[in-house]
């Protein structure tokens, strides 16, 4: 499985709630992290972008961000990314922000996972 | 309501500044809240809230002062000869000229609180992280115009000749002081965590807004603190 495969298959994981019990121990850890990321992940969207709870638990991956939600400009991205850190306890460097990752919120989720799983 | 006060400044050198006041309907001997606005984009994000805040602290007989500082807000001085030693002092001064029993500061103004009076720090924030969060914020807009910079290399071009972050003109002195800047230790001050009041604060709002449900939270949670005191 390429990094790029597994990446979408935690997301996956994570969004598709129900499907689980593959068997495999490992990966049943690494889905129950990520399933742990997304609640918390639309919780800091919801508190940024003042939404309510039920518009972004309907948030998948192809949902748009950055472009798409005219409230997210580079402030409001600098404050999502600080919260992220704060909240996830995660660091996130200049060069891990691209346009793919804040594009969608599959690509945000992937990239928080990514992130929580590397300590 | 809207009224002035005048910070005096070393050298003789006086600012006028704006100050907002909400004192109770029945004139008596009530408490006077001295509250310090949240700094720089909070400020404004923070700004209706906090004269929300005032109106209901005075419904419960409590008067509140919402002045400006130099560099801040409607103040003619320039942001970048402002520097958190000399804030502080001047949170000093308004509490003196406005009869302060207590001091109520918002997330960043916690870190220029006067050591002279009982203090309750709303969500402060620290110093470092308010910085890590406008250069992020440069970094991306930058990065929209073709440059690349690093939050460090902006950092230390803003801790050795300042720099402009969000339309904040940063002199030297506040960036360094911002880069290693927390809330004085005092057994007098105590924080009021976002927790409290309940709902996500409104700082994290992309858009200024505002919030009945915390107004009442915050105000009640101070009324009942400077009743028991």
Redesign the interface.
């Known amino acids: 499985m390429t990094e790029e495969s597994a990446k979408t298959a935690l997301t996956n994981a994570a969004l598709e709630i129900g499907q689980q019990g593959s068997g495999d121990a490992a990966k049943g850890a690494s889905a129950e992290r990520a399933k742990a990321v997304d609640p918390q992940l639309k919780q800091i969207l919801?508190?940024?972008?003042?939404l309510d709870a039920d518009d972004v638990s309907a948030f998948d991956a192809d949902t748009g961000l950055f472009g798409h939600v005219p409230?997210?400009?580079?402030?409001?991205?600098?404050?999502l990314?600080?919260?992220m850190e704060?909240r996830l306890d995660i660091i996130i460097e200049?060069e891990d922000?691209d346009g793919e990752m804040l594009e969608t919120y599959g690509g945000l989720l992937d990239f928080a996972i990514a992130k929580v799983e590397e300590g | 309501m809207i009224g002035s006060w005048t910070c005096e400044r070393p050298e003789g050198r006086t600012s006028k500044e704006l100050a907002v006041q909400i004192t109770p309907q029945v004139e008596a001997d009530e408490p006077t809240l001295l509250i310090l606005p949240a700094l720089f984009d909070e400020a404004n994000k923070l700004r209706r809230y906090t004269i929300e805040v005032m109106r209901r602290l005075s419904e419960a007989g409590i008067g509140s002062v919402l002045p400006d500082f130099p560099g801040m807000n409607e103040s003619m001085a320039p942001l970048s000869e402002q520097g958190l030693t000399q804030w502080r002092e001047d949170a000093e001064q308004a509490a003196q000229q406005f009869g302060a029993s207590h001091v109520l500061t918002i997330r960043g103004s916690a870190l220029f609180a006067p050591q002279t009076l009982p203090a309750w720090h709303y969500a402060p924030a620290m110093g470092p992280r308010i910085l890590r969060n406008m250069l992020r914020a440069q970094v991306l807009a930058l990065r929209e115009t073709g440059q690349q910079l690093s939050i460090d290399e902006l950092g230390e071009r803003g801790a050795a000749q300042g720099i402009e972050l969000a339309g904040w003109q940063f002199g030297p002195q506040l960036f360094s002081q911002l880069q290693e800047a927390e809330p004085l230790a005092n057994p007098a001050h105590a924080i009021i965590e976002q927790s409290e009041v309940g709902g996500a604060g409104l700082w994290l709002r992309a858009e200024p807004d505002d919030n009945a449900d915390q107004v009442a939270a915050l105000a009640d949670i101070i009324a009942a603190k400077i009743t028991a005191r």
Do not use: F, I, P, Y
Request: aromatic share 0%; hydrophobic share 45%; proline share 0%.
């Open positions: 919801c508190d940024v972008l003042g409230e997210l400009d580079s402030m409001a991205v600098a404050g990314l600080t919260e704060d200049d922000v």
